[in-house]
């Protein structure tokens, strides 16, 4: 029983020092207008740095509102070039040591990236200039990104569940951004606020099956779909929207959660555990922690 408990204390203390990182929404560069491609791209980072098992998940859309309390500040950061005003008090504000910020520029099929990953413990910004290619899975780059992380102090834990090919075109990458925007001023608008309903809280889902149309073999487009679906209630269809990105991208951590959270939603607690145990595997986390979040869920309320 004592080693058991030893055990636990190291991963618990593991789990407290990893840090945080948040990948803020790219913007166009040089006056470019929006189209969405900065969002998606947001997301696809996002996505690779989900299965980071070096840092704490964390993800955008889970302080959205604290960053921008009201829709009109996201929309105008998403639309803009000029960077967040103050990151480094937003860092403290929030606890996230790490955040990404980057502008693009495209250029038929490859896409231009001036990354900046600013440290708010050390008070330092380090960059990169990128190039992805659409025609290749957005594969070119990333190892270049991986190795800039690790100069970053972040090396990457897990890297070969963030090598899989993500075969979006441009105009489903603009559209996937359109829907996680969409999405994100739902979150800011949800229900806390006294002057929405259960029925305006409803997402249009047009630009997430615009998504899927012009990129059916997209990881990414499948699995923000299924959030959309799971956002308005419609968990069958969610399931089924999470299982296609999966066949795309067995170890993709946005699916993982977004199936856990489908069974959870009809009482599945076998299915709940399957999915929270292969979501946490991916990460590198504590099996037993995951079941213990599972278990917590099926607890009669006191």
Request: include cysteine; proline fraction near 3%.
């Amino acid at each position: 029983m004592e080693k058991n408990t030893m055990t636990l204390d190291k991963k618990n203390a593991l789990d407290i020092q990893r840090p945080k990182l948040i990948v803020m929404p790219f913007q166009a560069r040089d006056g470019q207008p929006f189209d969405g491609i900065g969002l998606g791209l947001h997301f696809f980072f996002g996505n690779l740095l989900g299965v980071h098992a070096g840092l704490m998940e964390c993800w955008f859309g889970w302080r959205v509102k604290k960053i921008f309390p009201e829709p009109m500040l996201l929309t105008a950061y998403c639309r803009g070039n000029n960077l967040f005003p103050d990151i480094r008090a937003l860092g403290s504000r929030e606890k996230v040591r790490f955040w990404l910020e980057g502008t693009y520029c495209r250029k038929g099929d490859k896409i231009f990236l001036d990354l900046v990953l600013h440290d708010t413990k050390e008070e330092s910004a380090s960059k990169i200039c990128l190039s992805l290619g659409l025609s290749d899975g957005l594969l070119a780059g990333r190892n270049e990104f991986f190795d800039w992380l690790e100069t970053c102090g972040i090396p990457f834990v897990g890297i070969e569940k963030a090598l899989w090919p993500e075969q979006i075109s441009g105009r489903g990458l603009a559209f996937l951004g359109r829907g996680l925007e969409t999405l994100y001023l739902n979150y800011i608008q949800g229900r806390d606020n006294k002057e929405t309903s259960a029925d305006t809280d409803l997402i249009d889902l047009s630009w997430f099956d615009r998504s899927v149309e012009a990129s059916t073999a997209s990881y990414l487009a499948q699995d923000l779909r299924g959030w959309g679906l799971y956002k308005n209630g419609e968990t069958v269809l969610a399931k089924k929207a999470f299982a296609s990105a999966l066949e795309l991208n067995p170890e993709g951590i946005g699916a993982l959660s977004g199936m856990m959270w489908c069974a959870l939603g009809v009482h599945d607690r076998a299915g709940a555990l399957h999915y929270a145990q292969l979501k946490a595997g991916c990460r590198g986390e504590d099996l037993e922690k995951a079941r213990t979040f599972v278990d917590k869920k099926f607890e009669a309320p006191s």
